[in-house]
């Protein structure tokens, strides 16, 4: 039983900035990767950014240099800081937590949270 809720999303102009927020919650031990997936209507669903416990990232080539991910453990929150944001950037973005198994080594759940609206337009 785990929860991710996103937060922040909205509407921006072009080269405006949004930061989102996903807030893990439920019987969590500890989460391996999380990371940000995002769908445009009638797109496949994307990655944006993965970080993971120990702070490794990895971006979209669309997205580098303009989105930053981080993550506090403590909180079970990963971030998305977007900037110089462009209209191709509007889609629905996914939080995704991936959390080990509690008793088997190896074993990972792949957590989603609802989803949060990402418009960009002038």
């Known amino acids: 039983q785990v929860q991710l809720v996103e937060s922040g999303g909205g509407l921006v102009q072009p080269g405006g900035s949004l930061r989102l927020s996903c807030a893990a919650s439920?019987?969590?031990?500890?989460?391996?990767?999380m990371g940000w997936y995002r769908q445009a209507p009638g797109k496949q669903r994307d990655l944006v950014a993965t970080v993971s416990s120990g702070g490794s990232t990895n971006y979209a080539d669309s997205v580098k240099g303009r989105f930053t991910i981080s993550r506090d453990n403590a909180k079970n929150t990963v971030y998305l800081q977007m900037n110089s944001l462009k209209p191709e950037d509007t889609a629905v973005y996914y939080c995704?937590?991936?959390?080990?198994?509690?008793?088997?080594?190896?074993?990972?759940?792949?957590?989603w949270g609802q989803g949060t609206q990402v418009t960009v337009s002038s």
């Open positions: 439920g019987s969590i031990f500890s989460i391996n990767d």
């Open positions: 995704n937590a991936r959390i080990p198994h509690a008793r088997i080594v190896g074993v990972e759940y792949d957590y």
